[in-house]
T-cell receptor, first 112, second 112 residues
Framework: DAGVIQSPRHEVTEMGQEVTLRCKPI?????LFWYRQTMMRGLELLIY????????DSGMPEDRFSAKMPNASFSTLKIQPSEPRDSAVYFC??????????FGDGTRLSIL | GESVGLHLPTLSVQEGDNSIINCAYS??????FIWYKQESGKGPQFIID?????DKRQGQRVTVLLNKTVKHLSLQIAATQPGDSAVYFC???????????FGTGTRLQVFP
């Protein structure tokens, strides 16, 4: 079975540019999560969705970050405008109800 | 990819020995706990989980112990192999939520 699929795997862009990260969850999983991982802060939950509806976005750093889930098989995390401090590895995860989350291999984002 | 903070605890073990990785969790309302393994350049991978109504759970070569009195979780790996080298995270889920809260992680190094 295909796992969680994230794209792109790597993104390098200049500050001020818009960045869009994409995620395809595992089919049948009704919860989707976006995380950010940095050396200084570890793994942080940014936002999560249940049945395509955002449930908790308290981890989203600021208004420059937004996430959408237009359908059960696709989600995006957008940063506009991007800043160097946004550089991190961004992970998407999905899970069935009350079951462990399965993670993608992440997008390594570098903002110059 | 980078997994953890600058001051990541490291456990070094010899191949074939048993490993014990410890974790203190923060919230007494957490009722579900998961251990993840993260290899370089990959997302966290589920290893084993345990719910708060249990004290011990065993998998293949791995055992998780839960002590709710002192809010402590441990992961035991039997006959540690070079392929076990990775960063290990414990994670807790608050009761009646889907929010995973990750610990800072422990790096396991296996030497021959």
């Amino acid at each position: 079975d295909a796992g969680v699929i994230q794209s792109p795997r790597h993104e390098v862009t200049e500050m001020g540019q818009e960045v869009t990260l994409r995620c395809k969850p595992i089919s049948g999983h009704n919860s989707l999560f976006w995380y950010r991982q940095t050396m200084m802060r570890g793994l942080e939950l940014l936002i999560y969705f249940n049945n395509n509806v955002p449930i908790d976005d308290s981890g989203m750093p600021e208004d420059r970050f937004s996430a959408k889930m237009p359908n059960a098989s696709f989600s995006t995390l957008k940063i506009q405008p991007s800043e160097p401090r946004d550089s991190a590895v961004y992970f998407c995860a999905s899970s069935p109800p009350l079951q462990p989350q399965h993670f993608g291999d992440g997008t390594r984002l570098s903002i110059l | 990819g980078e997994s953890v903070g600058l001051h990541l605890p490291t456990l070094s073990v010899q191949e074939g020995d048993n490993s014990i990785i410890n974790c203190a969790y923060s919230n007494s309302a957490s009722d579900y706990f998961i251990w993840y393994k993260q290899e370089s350049g990959k997302g966290p991978q589920f290893i084993i989980d345990i719910r708060s109504n249990m004290d011990k759970r065993q998998g293949q070569r791995v055992t998780v112990l839960l002590n709710k009195t002192v809010k402590h979780l441990s992961l035991q790996i039997a006959a540690t192999q070079p392929g076990d080298s990775a960063v290990y995270f414990c994670a807790e889920i608050l009761y009646n939520t889907d929010k995973l809260i990750f610990g800072t992680g422990t790096r396991l190094q296996v030497f021959p």
